[in-house]
């Protein structure tokens, strides 16, 4: 199991931009694939971008082009760069751990969540 602790949520202007962390707990986060999941009122929990073991890189084409994700293994961090921020990009944004390697774009492949973090983007 792995504790995760999201940071670095706000309000921010459209066109802004905004940095999140996710602090791990555990010996293993290299092993461990992250992904940023988001969830705006009234909607389903998706998935915005996740980077596995390999290191490589998956993002929803909402936000492809906009965020980027990336991991220092020695810090036990994963990070969600976020620029050209728009509207509909409000939401509470989670970080989640997946023991498995392996990327997966559900939240059913996903064992550990933070607490979430709110990003509130005004137009």
């Known amino acids: 199991q792995v504790q995760l602790v999201e940071s670095g949520g706000g309000l921010v202007q459209a066109g802004g931009s905004l940095r999140l962390s996710c602090a791990a707990s555990?010996?293993?986060?290299?092993?461990?694939?992250m992904g940023w999941f988001r969830q705006a009122p009234g909607k389903e929990r998706e998935i915005v971008a996740a980077?596995?073991?390999?290191?490589?890189?998956y993002y929803a084409d909402s936000v492809k082009g906009r965020f980027t994700i990336s991991r220092d293994n020695a810090k036990n961090t994963v990070y969600l760069q976020m620029d050209s921020l728009k509207p509909e990009d409000t939401a509470v944004y989670y970080c989640?751990?997946?023991?498995?390697?392996?990327?997966?774009?559900?939240?059913?492949?996903?064992?550990?969540w933070g607490q979430g973090t709110q990003v509130t983007v005004s137009s």
């Open positions: 980077i596995p073991k390999s290191g490589s890189t």
């Open positions: 989640a751990a997946r023991p498995s390697g392996t990327y997966y774009s559900t939240r059913s492949g996903y064992d550990d």
């Open positions: 555990g010996r293993t986060f290299s092993s461990y694939t």
